[in-house]
């Protein structure tokens, strides 16, 4: 636990506070924590020494506290007093399992992971250093019930699957905002680059009570990176695509400066990458596509008063990818071209209040993005194939908070928030007579009430959806359920009502190219409302034995859905290959996770999981007339599963071994390349990487890091791609990317 190791005081004309903090088992000084008064906004960094200094305090008593990556959250009760200066010292433990790791998704307002109502996973940035990931998608299968997965040769579209359910069922959110539209979905998991990102936090199970539609199979929630002290890197990475002339160049830059008073910070990111397209089985066409983009952005804050806060944040991406044959050529020239060109700026605004007493907290909140496309999806040098595509989606709100010191029979937060949420879309493919016109606008309201103390929580809430698209206001109601038996066991049991509305998703905008032709997904008329219910328990166990840390996590999830959205393909209108999205009398869902994790200081960490589930259809469902009826759900594995471990044998060396298990899955495959249609039994794939990475100290705090590895060791690609421009673009499985060396330089400060 951590202690509080010493204070004095002495005059000062004002409140003042200063301190250093020190490792407990190693005795040495903790450099770049953060120190805070709790429930003000006054706070600052220990520094590159491990010194703290806070002045200009307001007088009363507060909880002093420090926390950061990596170790255990002290604190301790000071009183302050005009012409005092308190010296405030502390001893800080290790925390290698994230014991005390803040999460917001649980709840909507920040909670420490062992406190949260409902289990939420959080995937750190030393993750995604230890992987060597440099977009959100390579980092996210890192978590257990997650898979990430490419459905396209041309385009590497990817999508996010948890526990078992594709993509649309979950709701990906940019620091709690559902920003994170239908058109940014179809790209935007490989998009938006790692070193924007603070966390990522996972929450498995339905979330539509707290974040409204397609929050059924989870809840993913990106963090942004704010800023907390001055400080700079600039780091590349060149990859060698399965040893061939193929490259991937990825160039990221960060800095964060925060004035010397604290009160305001400004983080910038830039990414820069450029890949080369790639031909696995030498037919002359892509199974990765060529890709360049760059990305610039900014996270600020303005802290207004001791009790308010200004945050904004704003990005810019633009990409452009193309994948098929003859890349050099126009994509109207060539047998099979997919390409893409994007603009996207992301924006956002916060203010945040809170009472001196922390019984109030109120936040009014507005974000925006703008996505503009242009692109070719064709076949057979078809000069009709393009299109242009806008998106405009936007949020506004406001929460508040009111703590209860006592309601009913134990203290309570009660939340209660107003939201506006509108999506306009539109898909202009002029070639294929296709247009889609989309306004989806949707007023919600949500209600829940928190009973909890260090032993027990209970939560009930629900939310009122009214989705312009949808006949009637949706009630999503939720319950969660907390027991904490001893201070290091935390159980767990909830429910939650899901649903997602008859509009298109992310997969509808993409085209596929399918035997030589183009395919399209379209909604038919009579299509329904899509529900959930999802219930859920779990045992979340801690322990320490001296210097080793673990945790185990043992989880059991049940979701029902009726009136299903499932895929079929109806058959060839005008040389387009149709696929329509229809209701489907029900399914269910239902498994385990399993995740454990084991410490040995900060020298040796390994984390694991693994899933094992099954996905169904009540009645059996044929995706095409020719093809065999199953109740499986398609590119379900009933069992997948990752390991992370890392090694740091010296404080400068880092040694980290990974690796994804993907087990045996139904997918479909469409005639072209073959003669007809066909359900797929897939091979399971083992994919491990493996880096190293050293610290050279430069001067004072300016370090410079090389690194190396080899990801996807054992070369575990896919063997059986169609060949040709009559292939089905669609028929690929499997890790996302063949063997690939890679080299890598950073510069810190």
């Not at 440099?134 to 990430?148: A, K």
């Not at 939310?463 to 907390?482: Q, T």
């Not at 059996?620 to 007339?625: F, G, K, L, R, T």
């Amino acid at each position: 636990m951590p202690l509080f190791c010493g204070a004095s005081e002495r005059r000062h004309p004002e409140a003042s506070v200063h301190g250093h903090v020190i490792d407990r088992n190693t005795g040495e000084h903790v450099p770049f924590l953060v120190v805070s008064l709790k429930g003000t906004t006054v706070g600052t960094s220990t520094g590159d020494t491990g010194h703290y200094f806070l002045e200009h305090l307001p007088q009363g008593t507060f909880i002093l506290q420090v926390s950061g990556v990596g170790y255990k959250t002290a604190s301790q009760e000071i009183t302050l007093k005009d012409g005092v200066a308190l010296e405030v010292n502390f001893l800080v433990e290790e925390d290698n399992v994230m014991l005390d790791g803040v999460v917001v998704s649980a709840n909507r307002s920040e909670t420490t992971r062992m406190m949260a109502p409902t289990l939420v996973n959080v995937v750190e940035m030393a993750t995604y250093d230890k992987v060597n990931a440099t977009s959100l998608s390579q980092g996210l299968v890192f978590q257990p019930g997650v898979r990430v997965e490419n459905n396209c040769q041309n385009c590497s579209y990817q999508q996010v699957r948890i526990n078992g359910l594709d993509g649309p069922y979950t709701q990906i959110l940019i620091d709690s905002r559902p920003i994170f539209s239908a058109l940014a979905g179809v790209y935007g998991i490989e998009q938006l680059p790692a070193n924007m990102v603070d966390r990522v936090e996972v929450m498995r199970g339905g979330g539509s009570a707290l974040f409204g539609s397609s929050a059924i199979a989870g809840t993913i929630n990106i963090i942004t990176k704010e800023p907390v002290r001055n400080s700079a890197s600039i780091s590349h990475t060149t990859s060698s695509i399965n040893g061939t002339s193929a490259f991937d160049h990825n160039t990221s830059l960060n800095a964060s400066i925060v004035t010397e008073d604290n009160k305001m910070g400004l983080a910038v990111f830039g990414q820069n990458r450029q890949k080369d397209g790639y031909d696995h089985d030498g037919d002359g066409f892509t199974e990765l596509t060529e890709m360049s983009g760059q990305t610039l952005g900014m996270r600020g804050y303005v802290k207004t008063g001791l009790y308010s806060k200004l945050t904004a944040e704003y990005h810019h991406l633009q990409e452009y990818r193309r994948g098929g044959d003859n890349l050099h050529l126009p994509p109207h020239e060539v047998m099979i071209a997919e390409q893409v060109r994007h603009s996207i700026n992301t924006g956002s605004l916060k203010y945040d209040w809170f009472s001196p007493d922390e019984r109030h907290r109120f936040n009014v909140f507005a974000s925006l993005q703008h996505i503009n496309r242009e692109s070719y999806y064709g076949a057979g040098m078809d000069p009709n194939a393009y299109g242009e595509t806008m998106d405009l989606t936007w949020v506004a709100g406001g929460q508040y908070v009111y703590k209860f010191e006592n309601c009913l029979f134990m203290p309570a937060d009660l939340t209660a928030g107003l939201e506006y949420n509108q999506d306009h879309l539109q898909d202009n493919m002029w070639g294929y007579d296709r247009l889609t016109d989309q306004v989806v606008r949707i007023g919600s309201a949500y209600l829940q009430n928190e009973w909890k103390n260090t032993r027990w929580s209970f939560l009930l809430g629900g939310r009122l959806d009214k989705h312009n698209l949808i006949d009637g206001v949706i009630f999503s109601p939720r319950a969660n359920l907390r027991f904490n038996p001893t201070e290091k066991i935390n159980l767990r049991a909830s429910y939650s009502y899901g649903f997602r509305a008859p509009q298109a998703f992310d997969e509808d905008l993409h085209i596929d190219n399918v035997g030589g032709i183009v395919s399209m997904i379209r909604l038919a008329d009579d299509l329904k409302v899509e529900k959930s219910q999802s219930v859920s328990v779990s045992a979340d166990m801690y322990a320490q034995w001296g210097d080793w840390q673990g945790n185990l996590l043992v989880e059991g999830f049940y979701t029902d859905l009726s009136d299903v959205f499932a895929l079929t393909e109806i058959g060839v209108e005008d040389g387009v290959l149709i696929k329509e999205r229809r209701n489907e009398s029900g399914a269910r869902v239902f498994g385990g996770n399993l995740e454990g994790k084991l410490a040995y200081k900060s020298i040796w960490q390994i984390q694991a999981g693994m899933t094992l589930q099954k996905s169904d259809y009540k009645e059996a469902h044929a995706w095409a007339e020719d093809v065999e009826a199953v109740t499986t759900m398609f590119r379900t594995p009933n069992l997948y599963g990752y390991f992370v471990t890392s090694y740091n044998p010296l404080k400068q060396l880092m040694l980290s071994l990974s690796g994804t298990y993907t087990g045996r899955m139904l997918v479909e495959h469409h005639a072209g390349w073959i003669d007809a249609n066909r359900t797929e039994r897939t091979p399971d794939f083992f994919d491990m990487n493996f880096k190293a990475a050293y610290d050279f100290r430069l001067h004072g705090n300016i370090k410079l890091q090389l690194n190396a590895g080899v990801q996807n060791i054992f070369n575990a690609f896919q063997g059986d791609f169609d060949q040709g421009p009559d292939r089905d673009s669609g028929y690929i499985y499997g890790p996302s990317a063949p063997r690939c060396l890679y080299l890598g330089v950073k510069l810190s400060y």
